[in-house]
C-alpha cells in the first residue's frame, strides 16, 4: 500500500513537471516531508500530511493508498470529515499509524453508508474503536 502511494506521488509530481519542493508549496506541506517521502524515510505519512497531498493531486485518500474507488459508491466528504473529526477526539486514537487511522475510517465509514447515515454513527465508531483497541489491534 504504502510502496503504490510512494511511486503515485513520484509519477504525479513527473507528470505534472513538478519538483519535489514545488509540489510541497502546492501540498502546503514542508519539503523535507516530501523529500522523506520519495526516499523511504517516512513511510507511513500523518493522516494531515495524507490529506494534503490527496487534496494537492486531486484525488481520495482511498485512491492515494489503494488506487482504486468502488463505482457503486461516491465518497461523501461531509462523512469522512464527520468521522475523521469523530475518531480523532478519541484517547484511544492518539498515537496510531495512518495505516490503522484508514482502516478505521474505511470500517466506520462503510457502516456509516450502507446504513445510509450523512453522519458518523458515534455509537457504532466507540464500539468498533474499543473492540479493537481491547484486542490489541491498536
Not at 494534503?52 to 493531486?57: E, F, G, L, R, Y
Request: hydrophobic share 35%; with cysteine; aromatic share 10%.
Amino acid at each position: 500500500m504504502i510502496h503504490s502511494f510512494k511511486a503515485k506521488l513520484c509519477r504525479y509530481i513527473q507528470d505534472n513537471h513538478l519538483n519535489p519542493t514545488s509540489f510541497s508549496k502546492e501540498a502546503q506541506i514542508p519539503s523535507s516531508i516530501t523529500h522523506n517521502i520519495l526516499n523511504s524515510e517516512t513511510p507511513n505519512p500523518t493522516i494531515d500530511t495524507a490529506i494534503k497531498i490527496a487534496k494537492a493531486m486531486n484525488c481520495t485518500l482511498d485512491e492515494l493508498f489503494r488506487g482504486h474507488t468502488k463505482p457503486d459508491k461516491i465518497l461523501d466528504m461531509m462523512l469522512t470529515k464527520s468521522i475523521c473529526d469523530y475518531i480523532c477526539e478519541m484517547d484511544e486514537m492518539h498515537g496510531v499509524s495512518f495505516n490503522d487511522f484508514f482502516e478505521i475510517l474505511l470500517e466506520i465509514y462503510n457502516y456509516c453508508q450502507d446504513s445510509e447515515l450523512k453522519i458518523v454513527d458515534q455509537t457504532y465508531a466507540k464500539w468498533y474503536i474499543r473492540k479493537i483497541y481491547k484486542n490489541g489491534v491498536l
